[in-house]
C-alpha cells in the first residue's frame, strides 16, 4: 500500500531524474546553476516598484534563511548602538512581531533570545494573536506605530491562517516588513516590495527536497539593512556589529556571485526544477486546485478558520481526532495533529501541490467512512 504524506510540511515530488555525475561546488557548472537560480527567483518575484529583488540561498531549512534575516536586524541593533550610545532613548531600536502561530512564535525567540545574549538595545514588541482569534488590524497598527522593522508569518501551517497582505502592506507601508513566506512562496501569487524582505524554502509548496533557503530583499530594505553596516567596514566585522553571524551572513550570501560555502548540486538541481514545474502549472492554478479541494470537505466537515484561512491549510474537526488520525495512516493517508488546544480536536492537512491534492480526493472517502 502506498503512503500519501498530506501533513502540512515537507513533501517530496519523486519526478524529477537527478543528475549522476557528482559536481562539486567549486565547478564552474555549479555556479551556473546558482546563478540561473538566483535570477529566476528574482524575475519571478519581482513587482512594480522592486524590478530586481537581491537574492540570498543558502543551504539550510527554511529556519536557517530565518536566522539569517533576524541576525541582519540585530546588526543593525549593534551598528546603532555604537553609533549613537547603547542607551540613546531617542535612537532606540524597536522591532514588532505578529505571532500567530507556531512560526511567528519562532520570530519573537529568536529576536529575543539573541538580543538578550549580545546584551543588544533592541525593544521587542510582540502582538501576540490567540488561537481563535481573527486579526485586528486597527490594534495592530497602534502597536507597531514606532516600530522600524516588523516580521510576520505570511501563511501560518500551525493554525492555517493566511495574512491580507493588502492591508497588511498598506497599514504598514513606510516600515521595513519581514515575512516568512516559506509555507507560501510555490503557490500564493506573491511579489516582492521594495521595502519588504522575503523567506522561501524549497520543501513544501516547491515539492522539493529540503535543503534549499533563500531571501528576497527589495532595494528599500537592502539598503536599511546594510549601509549602516557598509559605513563601519572600517572596523572589524563581527566585533563592530557586536553580533557573530558565521554561516548565515545575509550580506555575504546576497552579493557572492557563486556560494560561500559547501552547497548540494543535486538538492539546488531538484530545486531549479521543482521551481520551473511551478513556473509552467502557475501558482494560481495550484492555488485554485487546492481551494476547490477545501471546498469539497467542507461539504462533510467543519474547516477552521473560517475567515482568515489559506485555501492549501486545512483544520478538520472531528471527535477523536487522533484516533481518526491513526486510523489513515492505517489506510496510507498520513496527516498531521492539532497544534496546542487544538490537539484532540483537529487534524491538520496540507494541500500544497499537485500530489497532496490528489490525495486529498482519495482521503475524503476514507475519511467520511471512518466517521
Known sequence: MKTHYLQPGPVYSDVYELPVDFVHHRQEEFSRLYSEVKGKLSSHYASDDCNSPHVALFMSSGTGAIQAVVDAGLQLAGVRARRYGRFNEERRFMIGVWVRGIFGQRFANF???????????????????????????????????????????????????????????????????????????????????????????????????????????????????????????????????????????????????????????????????????????????????????????????????????????MLIELEEAEKVKAQLAENGFKVASGQAKHKGRFIRVGLFNDYQVEAAREMLEVLKKLV
Request: hydrophobic fraction near 40%; proline fraction near 4%; charged fraction near 30%.
Open 111 to 313: 529576536i529575543r533570545g539573541k538580543a538578550r545574549l549580545f546584551h543588544l538595545p533592541v525593544e521587542v514588541v510582540i502582538v501576540d494573536e490567540k488561537l481563535d482569534d481573527s486579526p485586528d488590524y486597527e490594534a495592530l497598527g497602534r502597536a507597531f506605530e514606532d516600530c522600524e522593522l516588523i516580521y510576520a508569518v505570511d501563511v501560518e501551517t500551525s493554525t492555517g491562517k493566511m495574512m491580507d497582505l493588502d492591508r497588511f502592506r498598506d497599514m504598514f507601508s513606510s516600515k521595513i516588513l519581514v515575512i516568512d513566506g516559506i509555507s507560501s512562496l510555490g503557490i500564493v501569487p506573491r511579489c516582492v516590495r521594495d521595502n519588504e524582505v522575503w523567506i522561501g524554502a524549497s520543501q513544501k509548496a516547491f515539492a522539493s527536497l529540503p535543503g534549499v533557503a533563500f531571501v528576497l530583499a527589495g532595494n528599500k530594505a537592502y539598503k536599511f539593512l546594510f549601509e549602516p553596516i557598509e559605513e563601519l567596514a572600517h572596523e572589524v566585522y563581527e566585533v563592530a556589529l557586536d553580533l557573530p553571524v558565521s554561516y548565515f551572513d545575509l550580506k555575504r550570501h546576497f552579493d557572492t556571485e557563486s556560494t560561500i560555502y559547501t552547497f548540494s548540486y543535486h538538492v539546488l538541481y531538484t530545486f531549479n526544477k521543482a521551481f520551473d514545474e511551478v513556473l509552467r502549472v502557475g501558482e494560481e492554478n495550484k492555488l485554485r486546485a487546492a481551494h476547490q479541494v477545501k471546498e469539497l470537505y467542507s461539504e462533510h466537515f467543519n474547516i477552521l478558520p473560517s475567515e482568515d484561512s489559506a485555501p492549501h491549510v
